[in-house]
């Protein structure tokens, strides 16, 4: 293939191959659509056909999804576009339009994309690398565990993937500047790329910048870039117009095509977010949405922009701001795929070739994307005519950003498999290269890239958790000594040192009466609420003493109890001495988290116990009132 600004040979010989390449890159495509309507018919086969695929829980984004688009296509929904509205608003419509809302025909047309997404990564890493590459970068995008597993299910990852492969096809054909169509779809493609999910908006400077630059390089009038350009965001502008406009006349303010982006860049950017939505590896789930999800939302609501309360958070706390940045930063490329509608680890167990196809998983793939940006694309950039480097550097660190800013979801992160496909694929291309015109140097080879890969394999499979395990602590110690404090309007505040449920961490312990549990709260006053989490595995009643004072808890409902108990706490030091145990408690810790500031018996627990401090105000009661207490909490028994 050729190098955008080259001219096309008229060799007979090179359009042999060109030909035979474009056939060969056709049957991956095939047997890309063919493993994608494999894994969807044994996914489809779960349960016998009642499952996520043709059913799913009325609490997901797929039901939702399916809902919508019946609305739609029925021309009875007048609301707001909350969630990114191509997928259900348009694509989805005509599907259900043209085969009477058949699920099967949705997901042969998500195939089909899935297949094209391949198409387009080996034509786009050819035109930049050549064909080696080409083949890699469409064989690892047709292989793609995630990208297989998404495909029957109504949810917009496949229609995303194929949405960036095809724009960045187009804007490298678009960057030769010989023919301004392309620059025209392009500007459609990012339109309705927007309209999918709107964190492309992030990948547009780039693309102008990258586009009049390769315009000046081709030595073209500023008249006949601005005419491309200018084409590029007309259309670009033109495709969301329709949608903005209706979001404006439902909800009578200025809107954008969707209004959902405050929430979820709120859920991602809060003092307690995790920087993911679930524990990696769980079975598909809800998302837990926390204390300070809630009071931004609350603010939002009263007038206070999500991007304005995460900035004032910036501001109070900037090193644990960034040290969440970092943690989402570095989630992004871990090995495994975090869940939320659908997982790898629960539906996806019971595919037999998602199963097989363990050089698909993304651990491989984002490691080889990795050295391929280390080996091949970077030593390019020095190059006047490397800007096809630059641009899939660009949308691929871009898109890394865009997504670390709010939270890593597995979904979230598969539209970028078939760029990092592309750079894959360009490392391949390298090492055969290297390997075949220098043969006395194939040791040196082996030895860079084989110990580069190395590195790389290493960093997507074990360096999260060796920041979680190794630094994490000793970090947030410095970033957080008296521990996550969070807002909760009208003077009152919480502190607590652990994470999420839905983010994993939490261990159960039997609780047996002698135990002395002690928990630090640095730099907090002396008075105060305690919230302590239990689980009751039977029903019971529990008798503690809670620095120096006796308490009775009855505990009656089975699942997990929070009780809150008025505390002198001075120095900020809980101990709770366990004298009494009926029926069967467990203990909560979080094992994710250890700051040392737990104990069990005299030793250091290893973890954080799941505990809070509200603090009271001067001269409050030392016995909450009963209606002061959350209806879900279990308020002390007097003895």
């Known amino acids: 293939m050729r190098r955008p600004g080259t001219p096309r040979s008229g060799n007979a010989a090179a359009r042999l191959r060109e030909r035979r390449f474009l056939r060969n890159l056709l049957w991956i495509a095939v047997a890309a659509l063919l493993l994608r309507l494999g894994v969807s018919a044994e996914l489809a086969a779960i349960n016998g056909g009642n499952n996520s695929v043709f059913s799913p829980s009325k609490l997901s984004d797929l039901a939702t999804y399916m809902q919508l688009a019946r609305d739609m296509a029925a021309f009875r929904y007048s609301g707001e576009f909350y969630y990114q509205p191509f997928y259900y608003a348009v694509f989805l419509p005509l599907l259900y339009l043209v085969s009477g809302a058949s699920v099967w025909f949705v997901i042969v047309a998500q195939a089909l994309l899935g297949a094209g997404c391949c198409w387009f990564a080996g034509l786009a890493a050819a035109r930049i690398f050549g064909r080696r590459a080409g083949y890699a970068a469409a064989v690892l995008t047709a292989i793609s565990t995630p990208l297989l597993l998404y495909t029957p299910f109504h949810q917009n990852e496949t229609l995303q993937s194929f949405n960036l492969a095809l724009l960045f096809y187009l804007v490298l054909r678009a960057m030769e500047w010989k023919r301004l169509r392309f620059w025209g779809g392009a500007g459609v493609m990012a339109g309705i790329a927007i309209l999918t999910r709107g964190n492309i908006w992030i990948l547009i400077p780039g693309i102008l910048l990258l586009g009049g630059l390769a315009g000046r390089r081709c030595a073209l009038t500023w008249r006949r870039i601005a005419a491309g350009v200018g084409l590029f965001v007309g259309l670009l502008i033109a495709v969301q117009l329709p949608f903005a406009v209706h979001n404006t006349r439902v909800t009578g303010r200025l809107s954008g095509p969707s209004t959902a982006a405050d929430a979820v860049l709120g859920l991602g950017n809060s003092p307690e977010a995790?920087?993911?939505?679930?524990?990696?590896?769980?079975?598909?789930?809800?998302?837990?949405?926390?204390?300070?999800?809630?009071?931004?939302?609350?603010?939002?609501?009263?007038?206070?922009?999500?991007?304005?309360?995460?900035?004032?958070?910036?501001?109070?706390?900037?090193?644990?701001?960034?040290?969440?940045?970092?943690?989402?930063?570095?989630?992004?490329?871990?090995?495994?795929?975090?869940?939320?509608?659908?997982?790898?680890?629960?539906?996806?167990?019971?595919?037999?070739?998602?199963?097989?196809?363990?050089?698909?998983?993304?651990?491989?793939?984002?490691?080889?994307?990795l050295v391929g940006i280390l080996v091949a694309v970077l030593p390019r950039l020095r190059f006047r005519s490397a800007l096809p480097e630059w641009l899939l550097l660009y949308f691929i660190v871009a898109y890394w950003g865009a997504t670390a800013l709010f939270y890593i979801l597995s979904r979230f992160r598969a539209p970028i498999v078939p760029l990092a496909a592309v750079a894959g694929g360009a490392f391949a291309a390298w090492m055969i290269r290297r390997w075949r015109m220098a043969p006395e140097a194939r040791k040196h080879t082996l030895l860079l890239g084989g110990g580069a890969l190395v590195a790389a394999f290493w960093l997507t499979t074990s360096g999260y958790e060796f920041y979680r395990q190794q630094c994490e602590a000793a970090v947030m110690r410095f970033v957080r000594p008296a521990g996550t404090r969070i807002d909760l309007g009208g003077g009152k505040s919480a502190w607590f040192d652990y994470g999420p449920l839905t983010f994993g961490g939490w261990q159960e312990l039997p609780l047996e009466p002698g135990m002395v549990l002690e928990k630090r709260f640095p730099l907090f006053s002396a008075r105060a609420e305690l919230e302590w989490t239990l689980l009751t595995v039977s029903p019971?009643?529990?008798?503690?003493?809670?620095?120096?004072?006796?308490?009775?808890?009855?505990?009656?409902?089975?699942?997990?109890?929070?009780?809150?108990?008025?505390?002198?706490?001075?120095?900020?030091?809980?101990?709770?001495?366990?004298?009494?145990?009926?029926?069967?408690?467990?203990?909560?810790?979080?094992?994710?988290?250890?700051?040392?500031?737990?104990?069990?018996?005299?030793?250091?627990?290893?973890?954080?116990?799941i505990m809070r401090l509200y603090p009271l105000p001067a001269g409050k009661a030392d016995r909450s009132e009963a209606g002061e207490l959350p209806e879900n909490r279990t308020s002390p028994v007097e003895k």
Do not use: T
């Open 274 to 369: 995790p920087p993911g939505g679930r524990e990696p590896g769980l079975p598909a789930g809800p998302m837990e949405y926390p204390e300070a999800w809630h009071r931004m939302m609350e603010l939002s609501r009263s007038g206070q922009s999500v991007v304005g309360q995460m900035f004032d958070w910036m501001c109070r706390e900037p090193a644990a701001f960034f040290e969440l940045q970092f943690r989402k930063l570095l989630l992004f490329w871990d090995y495994r795929e975090i869940p939320n509608n659908v997982s790898l680890y629960g539906e996806g167990e019971e595919s037999r070739i998602l199963q097989l196809l363990v050089f698909g998983r993304s651990g491989l793939l984002l490691a080889l994307a």
């Open 540 to 609: 019971g009643k529990l008798a503690v003493k809670i620095n120096g004072q006796d308490q009775l808890f009855r505990l009656e409902k089975p699942g997990f109890s929070k009780v809150r108990i008025p505390v002198s706490c001075p120095g900020g030091m809980v101990r709770i001495e366990l004298l009494a145990v009926s029926g069967e408690q467990r203990l909560i810790c979080d094992s994710q988290r250890n700051y040392r500031r737990s104990s069990w018996n005299g030793r250091p627990l290893g973890g954080e116990w």
